[in-house]
């Protein structure tokens, strides 16, 4: 009887501790008023530098408004997408919101909160390439972001590729419009605004390769956080915020 009361008390103990766990990441941002967001600045019109060297963007503006909603400012920076994960969990910032897709590999190390938006990943080639599905580049150079679900998707699912992975978008446009890659994969919102936007000689081609529904990460365990954001996402889609930021950015409501 005495060691099954100690192991009560002990799992007792655990689950208080863990309980206080949960709600520090949200008690710890009130307590300095800010809640800081990372992003890699690479991902136009979803997070990127303008002209005045501002971060700036549809995830920038999202984030700042749910910061808003639970009383804290927002601050967005940036960071390498492929040590972004790392960072997170090295408690060098609070949350990732830069279009960080939520999937199963992820859930293991970090939390998500609701989709704050739904896309899917896109083959782009130079207009007037042969090039009209991924079943056409066995043998050719395929460009994806560094560290991203489309990268790890290309290894996974098509052979006899040589993969060349860049920074951001705009490297990639770069790359294909003067040949150097056969064509890219990545978000179809993003590529589609970001040839329109340059009028550079790139197109979408073939279907959509899969759907993808993007999330806000923390680390695990913070329950009032995760609630607290999903409360302020659930607000701004009932009362037309979320719907003016779409539009603004992207011309379409993407939720």
């Not at 460009?143 to 920074?167: F, P």
């Not at 529904?213 to 607290?228: F, S, T, V």
Request: aromatic share 8%; proline share 3%.
């Amino acid at each position: 009887m005495k060691k099954t009361s100690v192991l009560a008390i002990g799992l007792l103990t655990v689950f208080l501790l863990a309980g206080a766990a949960c709600a520090n990441d949200l008690q710890e941002v009130k307590k300095k008023g800010t809640i800081t967001m990372a992003m890699s600045g690479q991902y136009p019109p979803f997070n990127f530098v303008d002209d005045k060297n501002q971060l700036t963007g549809f995830d920038v503006e999202i984030g700042t408004e749910i910061a808003k909603r639970i009383a804290v400012t927002g601050v967005p920076l940036t960071t390498a997408w492929d040590g972004i994960i790392a960072g997170l969990l090295a408690n060098k910032y609070e949350l990732i919101c830069g279009s960080m897709a939520i999937t199963d590999e992820r859930l293991k190390s970090i939390d998500f909160s609701a989709p704050y938006y739904r896309s899917g990943a896109q083959l782009f080639v130079k207009k007037g390439s042969p090039f009209k599905s991924v079943a056409d580049l066995k043998g050719k150079k395929i460009g994806v972001t560094l560290g991203t679900t489309y990268e790890q998707w290309v290894r996974d699912n098509i052979a006899d590729v040589d993969i060349r992975t860049y920074k951001g978008v705009p490297d990639m446009i770069l790359e294909a419009s003067t040949g150097r890659i056969d064509g890219f994969i990545t978000d179809k919102i993003v590529g589609a605004l970001a040839i329109k936007d340059k009028g550079v000689p790139i197109a979408l081609t073939g279907d959509l390769l899969y759907e993808e529904k993007m999330g806000i990460a923390m680390r695990k365990g913070n329950i009032e956080l995760k609630n607290a954001i999903d409360s302020a996402l659930a607000s701004m889609k009932e009362d037309g915020s979320y719907h003016d930021i779409s539009m603004k950015w992207l011309g379409l409501d993407v939720r």
